[in-house]
């Protein structure tokens, strides 16, 4: 069993800025991709940045050149770093983790881009 615990979401101006984690616990060591997953309000799940265990990422096209994903094994923790963001980031964002092909999420934190 892996156990997902997100951080770092809030409310945000067009613009700016925020940084998620996802701290990872128990089977931590059976754990490969790691990623961010987003639903917004009326739209179903969608995938956002995934990072492989050697750091190799991969983003949506709706975010490449505005987020960065990143890893830190040691500490068993995926950040996202979100820069310029925008009104339609705006969502509940989920952290996964994927043990051979089994998905494990975290509880989801909310984002909200607004003026």
């Known amino acids: 069993q892996v156990q997902l615990v997100e951080s770092g979401g809030g409310l945000v101006q067009p613009g700016g800025s925020l940084r998620l984690s996802c701290a990872a616990s128990?089977?931590?060591?059976?754990?490969?991709?790691?990623g961010w997953y987003r639903r917004a309000q009326d739209k179903e799940r969608e995938s956002v940045a995934i990072i492989t265990r050697g750091g190799n990422p991969n983003y949506s096209d709706s975010?490449?050149?505005?987020?960065?994903?990143?890893?830190?094994?040691?500490?068993?923790?995926?950040?996202l770093q979100m820069n310029s963001l925008?009104?339609?980031?705006?969502?509940?964002?989920?952290?996964?983790?994927?043990?051979?092909?089994?998905?494990?999420?975290?509880?989801?934190?909310?984002?909200?881009?607004s003026s």
């Open 26 to 34: 128990g089977s931590i060591f059976r754990i490969g991709d790691m």
């Open 63 to 79: 975010v490449k050149g505005r987020f960065t994903i990143s890893r830190d094994n040691a500490k068993n923790t995926v950040y």
């Open 86 to 113: 925008k009104p339609e980031d705006t969502a509940v964002y989920y952290c996964n983790a994927k043990v051979f092909k089994a998905d494990y999420w975290g509880q989801g934190t909310q984002v909200t881009v």
